[in-house]
C-alpha cells in the first residue's frame, strides 16, 4: 500500500481527492490537513510514503515549506498537485526538488500515474507543463538563474569533454529532460524497466549527480540536450 496525506486549503479539493485516491485499492489515505502547520505535524507524525500538497495553503506557501517536510520526514516524496502553471512557481518549485510537479487540469488519473511512478523512484511532471520546463532550463543555463541553482545544489561543472556518456545514456537523459518516467523512456529505447534504472543510476553516477531535476540542468550545462 502507498500511505498518503493529503493538504489542500480547499476543503472541496480535500474530500475529492480523499474519495477518487481512497477507491484505489494500492492507495491508503493516512492524513488530511488544510494548511503549512497541518502538513508539518501530519508528515511529521505518520511519515508517509507521499504527501500530496497544493502550491498556495492559506497560511503560507507549499513551495517553501518542501525542505522543512524533507527534513521531518526524509523518505516521504513531496508531490506538488496545483492549478499554477507559470514559469515563475515552476522554477521555484524546481530549486526546493519536489518528487512531482501535477496540474490539476490533468485530472485524477494523472495524478494517479504520478503516484505510482513517484514510488518506483521516478520524477513526474504533467505533460501540460513538460515544455515550459525545457524553457526554464534553457533560461537556466543561459543566465544568473542558473548559476543560482548552481550554487544551491552544488552541481559539479567537470569539461563535458570528460564525461564519457554513450550515445544511449544522452538518449536517456534527454528523455529526463522531458520529464518522462523509468517505465515510458523503456519503451522508448526498447529496454526493460531494470535496464533503464540502471542506465539512469550510472548517468548520475558520472556527473555526480543526486536527482533528476539536477541531471536535467547538468545536461543542458554541458550541451547534452538541445535548448
Same mark, same amino acid.
Given at each position: 500500500?502507498?500511505? /498518503?496525506?493529503?493538504?489542500?486549503?480547499?476543503?472541496?479539493? $480535500?474530500? #475529492? %481527492?480523499?474519495?477518487? %485516491? !481512497?477507491?484505489?485499492?494500492?492507495?491508503?489515505?493516512?492524513?488530511?490537513?488544510?494548511?503549512?502547520?497541518?502538513?508539518?505535524?501530519?508528515?511529521?507524525?505518520?511519515?508517509?510514503?507521499?504527501?500530496?500538497?497544493?502550491? !498556495?495553503?492559506?497560511?503560507?506557501?507549499? /513551495?517553501? %515549506? /518542501?525542505? %522543512?517536510?524533507?527534513?521531518?520526514?526524509?523518505?516521504?516524496?513531496?508531490?506538488?498537485?496545483?492549478? $499554477?502553471?507559470? @514559469?515563475?512557481?515552476?522554477?521555484?518549485?524546481? +530549486?526546493?526538488?519536489?518528487?512531482?510537479?501535477? +496540474?490539476? #487540469?490533468?485530472?485524477?488519473?494523472?495524478?494517479? $500515474?504520478?503516484?505510482?511512478? =513517484? #514510488?518506483?523512484?521516478?520524477? *513526474?511532471?504533467?505533460?501540460?507543463?513538460?515544455?515550459? +520546463?525545457?524553457?526554464?532550463?534553457?533560461?537556466?543555463?543561459?543566465?544568473?538563474?542558473?548559476?543560482?541553482?548552481?550554487?544551491?545544489?552544488?552541481?559539479?561543472?567537470?569539461?563535458?569533454?570528460?564525461?564519457?556518456?554513450?550515445?544511449?545514456?544522452?538518449? =536517456?537523459?534527454? *528523455?529526463?529532460?522531458?520529464?518522462? !518516467?523509468?517505465?515510458?523512456?523503456? @519503451?522508448?529505447? !526498447?529496454?526493460?524497466?531494470?535496464?533503464?534504472?540502471?542506465?539512469?543510476?550510472? +548517468?548520475? #553516477?558520472?556527473?555526480?549527480?543526486?536527482?533528476?531535476?539536477?541531471?536535467?540542468? *547538468?545536461?543542458?550545462?554541458?550541451?547534452?540536450?538541445?535548448?
Amino acid at each position: 500500500m502507498i500511505r /498518503i496525506v493529503i493538504i489542500d486549503s480547499d476543503e472541496a479539493e $480535500r474530500h #475529492r %481527492l480523499k474519495d477518487s %485516491l !481512497s477507491s484505489q485499492n494500492d492507495f491508503d489515505i493516512i492524513g488530511i490537513g488544510k494548511d503549512c502547520y497541518d502538513a508539518v505535524k501530519l508528515v511529521g507524525s505518520k511519515h508517509p510514503d507521499i504527501v500530496i500538497m497544493d502550491v !498556495s495553503l492559506k497560511d503560507g506557501d507549499g /513551495i517553501g %515549506l /518542501i525542505p %522543512l517536510l524533507k527534513c521531518k520526514s526524509p523518505n516521504t516524496a513531496v508531490v506538488l498537485f496545483t492549478d $499554477r502553471e507559470d @514559469e515563475e512557481h515552476i522554477c521555484k518549485a524546481l +530549486v526546493q526538488e519536489p518528487a512531482g510537479y501535477v +496540474v490539476k #487540469r490533468g485530472g485524477i488519473p494523472n495524478l494517479c $500515474r504520478a503516484i505510482k511512478n =513517484i #514510488r518506483h523512484g521516478d520524477w *513526474f511532471i504533467s505533460s501540460q507543463i513538460a515544455s515550459k +520546463v525545457c524553457s526554464i532550463f534553457s533560461h537556466m543555463a543561459q543566465g544568473e538563474m542558473y548559476s543560482e541553482i548552481i550554487s544551491h545544489n552544488n552541481l559539479p561543472t567537470p569539461p563535458k569533454t570528460h564525461l564519457g556518456i554513450s550515445g544511449m545514456e544522452l538518449r =536517456i537523459i534527454r *528523455f529526463i529532460a522531458q520529464g518522462y !518516467s523509468t517505465h515510458e523512456i523503456a @519503451e522508448k529505447v !526498447s529496454i526493460t524497466d531494470s535496464t533503464a534504472r540502471n542506465y539512469i543510476s550510472v +548517468v548520475m #553516477r558520472k556527473v555526480g549527480v543526486s536527482n533528476r531535476n539536477q541531471l536535467a540542468l *547538468f545536461a543542458i550545462h554541458h550541451g547534452l540536450v538541445p535548448v
